[in-house]
């Protein structure tokens, strides 16, 4: 039994703790403590350290299927949905599923981000580039998407899959409605799964460009089940949330056979479970607050601060971008990122050959150590031969960007100057 001298100073700091506790819940809305309990409920054994049903908790599958029907105007199944820590093991596990010998081919974007070649090469496939049309805004050109399939057929290649990052990283382009339904079409004649990765779907800023999920475009286009197969790819990582840390995502997997989906579920058993509280997070986004909810309007608030800053800082630096020597900078309509194309003189290029480096990775390392800005090489996303380009993120916070943009300017006259003539 604990002495008096031992227990008082216990029951003190539980007091103390106590009062900390019901301090805080009085923080808290009444929505936002409820939304906890629920989740509470749903976790077996109310625990967050204890493993999950393979393919996520139930009752967050539940929420993310509401969220999906809400977004989209269509049903959602909860069996449908794959709880993964962030995006990447769920195209990872569409790989490796997709992908049998050096024979199976994937379509993948060029420039695009570079998971997915990573992934096909790991997966021993072949990568089928299709190159987005940067004259015309990083367009999807349905002519281009044909042309190479026929090539990799004649090739013997059997071409399993057709990547579309929408909207586009690195590019920044949202795709219009209309080409999406060419999309759609083209896979559903082709029999190709349609791999959607739509992580950004939250980040559109041009004022004429709406996201629609392709789930959405093939059931307004009337295909169901049997007509198309699809995997749409979410993650907590982007949007206005940014939690990439947490690791939340999911995958729904639509459009198999019984066969294929017992596959996917076997895959996904082999990791046990992606992590709880990644889980709780992937269903938080597609569960926002309500009108009505006492916490509706300070979520709102901060959510349309954010998109709002994102979308002035994506122009500030699109417009500095096209102001500089040999430089032309696209609209970034959605996304995180710009992506310049740079003419760099011939001596910049020579340089970069005798560095044994691609001139746009020249550019990039000499920005660096002259400014301590990163910036990521176009030829890490892949590009048209003979064209340089770099990303570059809009993340900076809002008030240091005038700062960076001086920096960068004074930079690239210095870099231009040096290699000139």
């Not at 805080?24 to 054994?45: F, G, K, T, V, Y």
């Not at 790991?122 to 805004?137: A, K, M, P, R, V």
């Not at 559109?204 to 699809?230: C, H, N, T, W």
């Not at 309007?297 to 979308?311: N, T």
Request: hydrophobic share 40%; aromatic share 10%.
């Amino acid at each position: 039994m604990l002495s008096a001298e031992k227990l008082l100073p216990m029951l003190r700091y539980y007091s103390k703790t106590s009062r900390r506790i019901q301090a805080l819940i009085r923080l808290m809305s009444a929505d936002s403590i409820e939304r906890a309990i629920q989740i509470l409920d749903q976790i077996p054994c109310r625990a967050t350290g204890a493993y999950s049903h393979s393919q996520g908790i139930k009752g967050l599958r539940d929420k993310i299927a509401s969220g999906i029907e809400a977004r989209d105007g269509f049903p959602a199944d909860p069996n449908d949905i794959f709880l993964t820590d962030g995006a990447s093991p769920a195209v990872h596990m569409m790989m490796q599923l997709l992908i049998g010998s050096e024979n199976d081919g994937i379509l993948c974007p060029i420039p695009q981000y570079p998971l997915y070649s990573a992934s096909i090469t790991l997966h021993g496939g072949t990568h089928i580039s299709y190159y987005l049309d940067e004259e015309t805004g990083w367009a999807l050109e349905i002519s281009e998407l044909e042309n190479q399939l026929k090539t990799a057929r004649s090739r013997g290649v059997n071409v399993k899959a057709l990547v579309v990052i929408n909207p586009g990283n690195p590019t920044g382009r949202v795709l219009a409605e209309a080409n999406q339904r060419e999309i759609v079409e083209f896979c559903r004649k082709e029999g190709l799964v349609l791999l959607a990765d739509e992580v950004y779907q939250e980040n559109v800023y041009a004022p004429d460009k709406q996201f629609y999920s392709f789930k959405k475009i093939s059931r307004s286009m009337g295909f169901g089940e049997k007509d198309i197969s699809l995997v749409s790819f979410h993650s907590a990582s982007k949007g206005y949330y940014g939690e990439c840390g947490k690791r939340g995502g999911y995958m729904e997997f639509t459009g198999f056979s019984p066969e294929i989906r017992e596959q996917i579920y076997k895959l996904a058993s082999v990791n046990l479970c992606s992590n709880i509280s990644g889980q709780i997070l992937a269903s938080l986004i597609m569960s926002p607050p309500k009108v009505g909810d006492e916490s509706y309007e300070s979520f709102s608030a901060e959510k349309d601060a954010i998109l709002s800053s994102l979308a002035r800082r994506a122009k500030i630096l699109e417009d500095a971008f096209n102001s500089l020597e040999g430089v032309t900078c696209y609209k970034a309509e959605g996304a995180l990122y710009s992506f310049p194309r740079i003419n760099l003189p011939d001596k910049a290029i020579k340089a970069a050959e005798e560095a044994k480096t691609a001139p746009d990775a020249f550019y990039a390392w000499r920005l660096l150590n002259a400014t301590g800005i990163v910036v990521v090489s176009g030829s890490g996303f892949g590009q048209r031969a003979g064209t340089w380009h770099f990303r570059c993120t809009i993340l900076p916070q809002e008030e240091k960007i005038p700062a960076i943009v001086s920096r960068f300017t004074q930079f690239h006259k210095q870099f231009m100057d040096e290699f000139r003539g």
